[in-house]
């Protein structure tokens, strides 16, 4: 079924939702149509060339947002906005992934197919320990899903309107029920563009707080329940940073300041269009909950430059982004979607189109002006990563205005990488990876010492004539960090795809690109003068 789909732009939006086609039919159903679990670890071929390995996708057909994440037993779940019959986004359903490192994934059958009725947006899970839902027992609570329900012809609200929705599982996560009564909220009279409802449990007040985002408003809006079924009113969320598209898929988490006993909350907000890196983007907030309200401390206001929000990532493709409940550790894991609305529906890969990031772990640290998040690969995918064999490195190479192939070692098309570059008297250095053997293409890395500019260049690393929005580049001054001229990068390559840490997590850019199959070389190059260059790679 055709819906309006929420990724037009606002005004194109607006229209839309006002002519739905319906074009599909399927039974309503919470039972799972699909095939047994696939195989985890898939590689790359020649013709499958940009299939990750080591971060997921389904085996085919899009995927967009992940939701209802959740660790339980030992097992990690992602569900996913997926398209069982296409691929390209529509027929929104949850698709359902498990893995017990975040690296390795299983997909497992569709846990809610859309219908005719309604199609399943993006939400969140909780384990109801409790059972303060009674949709479980005492002995065998309930895990709660939290969803939008995206009404077609014959839902229970009229064609277009969006609401918050209950589905659970008695088994673990494989079969799912939806709730008899859902919608569980709706706003009166009835909005196309109330989505994305995240919920965490709030101690001190011993009740569930949902966020959720009018998102054509750029209004975020807080909910509480005691038992995830019904939901008051608390407040609203908005008028500051980023307003240029979509407000969507908020989260509010608290965390820890590094270092001290001292306690912040942070909001966690996806904005497409309006993001730093054009297209979707996700910024966040730092400040206080009362339990009621959440107040931003020195956020940017609405028409300051978007270089003055805080951004969680400064390439393309990060968005909609939440942590995993009951993730093991202090420290918030994200998965977010490795996409941009701008191009995504549009990128070259077949039979599945799009994949989720690294999972990476956030840490809060005040910085001279006001917190920021610092990010790093997840330790429990970062441990999965490592247990990976044959390292190869070379230390302090001196590369003197040059490029220097990094040789038949340095080949794997998907690496995991730490780079120490020190410009000793030279402008500019970094790596080129996925090089073609003439040279022509390839990713490239690099840091200007000068302006402390980390830039990820993606405009001559394989096919880009997809989309005229596939922005060419990517790029972040660094904070103080830096000025001496050195900086460390930790790169995860995989083979549609990288992620830049730089300098410890300050800044990170992620961005997807296409390399052509036979294009394997890595080479580290310095510009005008004197480098000091270290590489050590982990073939994946
Ligand atoms: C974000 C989003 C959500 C929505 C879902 C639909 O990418 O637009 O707001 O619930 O995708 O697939």
């Not at 309200?293 to 609405?302: L, Y």
Request: charged content about 20%.
């Amino acid at each position: 079924m055709a819906y309006p789909n929420p990724h037009l732009s606002r005004r194109r939006m607006l229209a839309a939702s006002a002519a739905v086609v319906v074009s599909f039919a399927a039974a309503s159903c919470t039972a799972s149509p699909t095939p047994a679990p696939t195989p985890a670890g898939r590689t790359p071929t020649a013709s499958d060339p940009w299939r990750p390995v080591a971060h997921l996708t389904a085996e085919k057909n899009w995927l967009n947002d992940p939701n209802g994440l959740i660790h339980h037993n030992g097992t990690y779940h992602a569900f996913y906005q997926y398209n069982p019959r296409a691929n390209s986004w529509g027929n929104m359903s949850w698709g359902h992934s498990t893995s017990t490192d975040l690296v390795h994934w299983e997909q497992q059958p569709v846990a809610m197919e859309a219908s005719g009725e309604e199609e399943i947006f993006s939400g969140c899970m909780v384990m109801d320990t409790n059972n303060a839902s009674g949709l479980g027992s005492a002995e065998n609570p309930p895990m709660v899903a939290l969803y939008t329900s995206a009404y077609g012809k014959n839902g229970a609200l009229p064609q277009g309107a969006q609401a918050q929705s209950v589905a659970y599982s008695l088994d673990g996560g494989t079969t799912w029920q939806k709730y008899r009564g859902n919608p569980v909220l709706n706003l009166a009279p009835t909005n196309n563009n109330f989505r994305d409802p995240k919920v965490f449990w709030y101690e001190p007040g011993q009740y569930w707080v949902m966020t959720t985002v009018v998102a054509d408003a750029q209004v975020v809006k807080l909910f509480k329940s005691t038992d995830l079924l019904h939901w008051d009113y608390l407040s609203d969320f908005s008028g500051a940073g980023a307003q240029g598209g979509l407000w969507e898929v908020p989260e509010l988490v608290q965390m820890n300041v590094d270092g001290s006993t001292a306690k912040k909350w942070v909001m966690l907000l996806s904005i497409n269009p309006g993001g730093i890196a054009g297209g979707s983007g996700m910024q966040y907030f730092v400040g206080e909950f009362d339990g009621t309200r959440f107040t931003a401390e020195n956020a940017a206001s609405p028409d300051a430059p978007l270089s003055d929000s805080q951004w969680l990532d400064h390439g393309a493709d990060y968005y909609a982004a939440n942590s995993i409940s009951g993730a093991p550790g202090e420290k918030p894991v994200l998965l977010g979607w490795m996409g941009n609305w701008d191009y995504a529906q549009n990128v070259p890969t077949t039979p599945w189109r799009g994949s989720m990031a690294i999972p990476r772990e956030l840490t809060l640290v005040r910085g001279e002006r006001r917190y920021e998040l610092r990010s790093a690969i997840a330790t429990a995918a970062r441990e999965a990563l490592e247990r990976r064999s044959g390292e190869v490195s070379k230390k302090n190479l001196t590369v003197t205005s040059s490029i220097q192939d990094l040789g038949a070692d340095f080949t794997a098309r998907s690496q995991l990488i730490e780079l120490d570059l020190d410009l000793t008297s030279s402008r500019e250095a970094g790596l080129i990876l996925r090089q073609s053997s003439d040279a022509k293409s390839g990713l490239r890395i690099s840091y200007t010492k000068e302006t402390r500019t980390v830039k990820v260049d993606r405009s001559h690393a394989g096919t880009t004539n997809f989309s005229e929005k596939f922005s060419p580049y990517h790029q972040i001054t660094l904070p103080s960090v830096g000025s001496d001229g050195k900086v460390r990068l930790t790169i995860l390559l995989d083979s549609s795809s990288v992620e830049v840490f730089a300098q410890d997590g300050v800044a990170v850019i992620s961005d997807t690109f296409f390399p052509d199959w036979d294009a394997t070389g890595s080479s580290v190059f310095s510009l005008d003068g004197d480098s000091t260059i270290s590489v050590h790679s982990r073939p994946l």
